[in-house]
């Protein structure tokens, strides 16, 4: 009957039918076999002796057992499904404070490159060119395109030629209209 109890709980028995098990075991005759009245305690033939009561148990609770490990695995489910939709919502929050954010760090950015870029075109083209020949190229270049034509001519003008012919190939290929690759 161990045996039995163990298998139930390996194969993963829930705890009912663990309770069934016991509850099958308290019937008499099963846990303290019966003895001849009399003398020296020898075990009369009983349903311990043959598997056919064991196996009928078993097979018995075998669908009780199932149906109870379905019945947990689902409510863990349905648990676990209701922990992903909270999170779901929490990263829907999050997303759209951070497209918030970005809108709002875009609309900066626009009005600080419109600035910056009325900076650049007032300034004297010797220390335009000193100042944009010091700073990132792409960012210099999109500087260089936002400027007035002639104003930007006279900038790289006043340039080193190298830096001049790096940012004038940074502008010619963003000013192409097929990928370049």
Same mark, same amino acid.
Request: aromatic share 4%; glycine share 6%; proline share 1%.
């Given at each position: 009957m161990l045996i039995a109890v163990a298998t139930? =709980?390996?194969?993963?028995?829930?705890?009912? $039918?663990? +309770?069934?098990?016991?509850?099958?075991?308290?019937e008499p005759g099963l846990l303290a076999p019966?003895?001849?009245?009399? #003398?020296?305690?020898?075990?009369?033939?009983?349903?311990?002796?043959?598997?056919?009561?064991? +196996?009928?148990?078993?097979?018995?609770? $075998?669908? $009780?057992? %199932?149906?109870?490990?379905?019945? !947990?695995?689902?409510?863990?489910?349905?648990?676990?499904?209701?922990?992903?939709?909270?999170?779901?919502?929490? =990263?829907?929050?999050? %997303?759209?404070?951070?497209?918030?954010? !970005?809108?709002?760090?875009? +609309?900066?950015?626009? %009005?600080? +490159?419109?600035?910056?870029? *009325?900076?650049?075109?007032?300034?004297?083209?010797?220390?335009?060119?000193?100042?944009?020949?010091?700073?990132?190229?792409?960012?210099?270049?999109?500087? !260089?395109? *936002?400027?007035?034509?002639?104003?930007?001519?006279?900038? =790289?003008?006043?340039?080193?030629? *190298?830096?001049? $012919?790096?940012?004038?190939?940074?502008?010619?290929? #963003?000013?192409? %209209?097929t990928d370049p690759t």
């Open positions: 139930l =709980l390996l194969a993963g028995g829930s705890l009912s $039918a663990t +309770e069934m098990v016991v509850e099958h075991l308290d019966e003895t001849d009245s009399g #003398t020296t305690g020898t075990v009369k033939s009983g349903p311990l002796e043959t598997g056919s009561e064991i +196996e009928r148990f078993c097979s018995n609770i $075998a669908d $009780a057992a %199932r149906d109870r490990r379905y019945a !947990l695995q689902t409510e863990e489910l349905q648990a676990l499904q209701q922990e992903v939709d909270k999170r779901i919502l929490l =990263l829907e929050e999050k %997303r759209a404070e951070y497209e918030k954010w !970005l809108k709002r760090r875009e +609309e900066f950015l626009a %009005r600080a +490159e419109d600035g910056v870029v *009325k900076i650049y075109s007032g300034m004297r083209p010797d220390a335009a060119a000193e100042r944009l020949a010091a700073m990132d190229t792409v960012l210099a270049a999109s500087i !260089l395109m *936002k400027i007035d034509t002639r104003k930007a001519g006279v900038i =790289l003008n006043e340039m080193e030629k *190298k830096a001049a $012919a790096m940012l004038t190939g940074i502008m010619a290929a #963003t000013a192409r %209209r």
